[in-house]
C-alpha cells in the first residue's frame, strides 16, 4: 500500500476481545512487512503493561507479532530514538484508558509526526475508545468531577476534522450526546458514536461501519446510524496532513 494512506479503525472500546475481527483483520491485512506498534498511552496511569500483553496476546492469531512503542509521558513522544522506531513502523494501534492525557501527550510531537507520516505511506493505525477519540478535532472530557455526564471538549491531535469521537455509544456513551452537542465549538462539529467491538473504518476512500454494533453520525439535531457493513455517510476524510 506505499503510496496511499493504509486504514484508519476508530473503535469505539471494548478492544481486544471477541467482536472485534472485522476491523482487526484490515488493520492486520494491511500490515507489511516492518515493526507493528501498541502505544499503550492511554492506559499510562492504568496499567499500561497490562494492555500491551493483551494487545500483542489478541494480535498475534491475527498474524500480528506487536513491540511496545512506550510514550507514557511528554518526554517519551518526543525523544529522538523512539520517533526513529515508529518512523519504520506498518502498524499502530492505540489502546483505550484516559481520553484527554493521550491527546495531551501527542498532541504536535515527534512520535505522532512519525505516526501520520507513516500511516499516509500506508501504515495501518487503529486506536480505540480514547485512543480512537485522539484522533478527532476534539476529545471529550469529564466536565467537571468524577461521575459526571457532562463532557467538555479539548483539542485532540485532529486527524479526522470536525469530529468529536464519543466511544462506548450503546452503553454509556450516548449520555454525554445533550452536552456535547449543546457545547460544540462549530456548527460543523460532528459527533461519531461508536458502539463497543465495532468501529468507523476508513479503507479505499470510504468510511464503513464494522463489528457487531452500529456507528452513530450527529450533527446538531440530524442523527443516522450505520450498520455494520454500511457504507457512513457524512463523516469528513481523514486529514492527510495529520
Same mark, same amino acid.
Not at 161 to 189: I, L, Y
Given at each position: 500500500?506505499?503510496?496511499?494512506?493504509?486504514?484508519?479503525?476508530?473503535?469505539?472500546?471494548?478492544?481486544?476481545?471477541?467482536?472485534? =475481527?472485522?476491523? %482487526? #483483520?484490515?488493520?492486520?491485512?494491511?500490515?507489511?512487512?516492518?515493526?507493528?506498534?501498541?502505544?499503550? $498511552?492511554?492506559? &499510562?496511569?492504568?496499567?499500561?503493561?497490562? &494492555? @500491551?500483553?493483551?494487545?500483542?496476546?489478541?494480535?498475534?492469531?491475527?498474524?500480528?507479532? !506487536? *513491540? *511496545?512503542?512506550?510514550?507514557?509521558?511528554?518526554?517519551?513522544?518526543?525523544?529522538?530514538?523512539?520517533?526513529? %522506531?515508529?518512523?519504520?513502523?506498518?502498524?499502530?494501534?492505540?489502546?483505550?484508558? %484516559?481520553?484527554?492525557?493521550?491527546?495531551?501527550?501527542?498532541?504536535?510531537?515527534? /512520535?505522532?509526526?512519525? /505516526?501520520?507520516?507513516?500511516?499516509?505511506?500506508?501504515?495501518?493505525?487503529?486506536?480505540?475508545?480514547?485512543?480512537?477519540?485522539?484522533?478527532?478535532?476534539?476529545? +471529550?472530557?469529564?466536565?467537571?468531577?468524577?461521575?459526571? =455526564?457532562?463532557?467538555?471538549?479539548?483539542?485532540?491531535?485532529? !486527524?479526522?476534522?470536525?469530529?468529536? @469521537? @464519543?466511544?462506548?455509544? *450503546?452503553?454509556?456513551?450516548?449520555?454525554?450526546? &445533550?452536552?456535547? $452537542?449543546?457545547?460544540?465549538? #462549530?456548527?460543523?462539529?460532528?459527533? +461519531?458514536?461508536?458502539? *463497543?467491538?465495532?468501529?468507523?473504518?476508513?479503507?479505499?476512500?470510504?468510511?464503513?461501519?464494522?463489528?457487531?454494533?452500529? @456507528?452513530?453520525?450527529?450533527?446538531?439535531?440530524?442523527?443516522?446510524?450505520? =450498520?455494520? %457493513?454500511?457504507?457512513?455517510?457524512?463523516?469528513?476524510?481523514?486529514?492527510?496532513?495529520?
Amino acid at each position: 500500500m506505499m503510496g496511499g494512506a493504509g486504514p484508519l479503525a476508530l473503535v469505539g472500546g471494548d478492544e481486544l476481545n471477541p467482536g472485534n =475481527e472485522p476491523q %482487526d #483483520r484490515v488493520l492486520a491485512g494491511a500490515a507489511s512487512e516492518g515493526p507493528a506498534f501498541v502505544l499503550a $498511552t492511554a492506559a &499510562a496511569r492504568h496499567r499500561p503493561d497490562l &494492555a @500491551v500483553a493483551n494487545a500483542r496476546r489478541w494480535f498475534a492469531p491475527l498474524g500480528v507479532e !506487536l *513491540e *511496545e512503542l512506550r510514550v507514557l509521558k511528554r518526554r517519551d513522544a518526543n525523544d529522538p530514538a523512539i520517533a526513529a %522506531d515508529a518512523a519504520s513502523g506498518r502498524f499502530f494501534y492505540l489502546v483505550g484508558g %484516559d481520553p484527554g492525557y493521550v491527546a495531551d501527550v501527542l498532541r504536535g510531537s515527534a /512520535i505522532w509526526a512519525a /505516526i501520520t507520516a507513516a500511516w499516509r505511506n500506508g501504515a495501518a493505525l487503529g486506536g480505540s475508545s480514547a485512543g480512537a477519540m485522539a484522533m478527532g478535532e476534539w476529545t +471529550l472530557i469529564r466536565g467537571r468531577f468524577p461521575g459526571d =455526564e457532562r463532557r467538555a471538549y479539548r483539542p485532540a491531535l485532529g !486527524l479526522v476534522p470536525t469530529v468529536a @469521537v @464519543v466511544p462506548h455509544f *450503546e452503553t454509556f456513551g450516548h449520555r454525554w450526546v &445533550a452536552s456535547a $452537542t449543546d457545547e460544540a465549538p #462549530r456548527a460543523e462539529t460532528v459527533l +461519531l458514536g461508536i458502539d *463497543e467491538r465495532s468501529a468507523a473504518v476508513w479503507a479505499d476512500g470510504v468510511w464503513r461501519a464494522m463489528g457487531p454494533g452500529g @456507528v452513530t453520525v450527529i450533527r446538531g439535531s440530524d442523527r443516522r446510524r450505520f =450498520e455494520p %457493513d454500511d457504507r457512513i455517510d457524512g463523516l469528513p476524510a481523514p486529514s492527510r496532513a495529520g
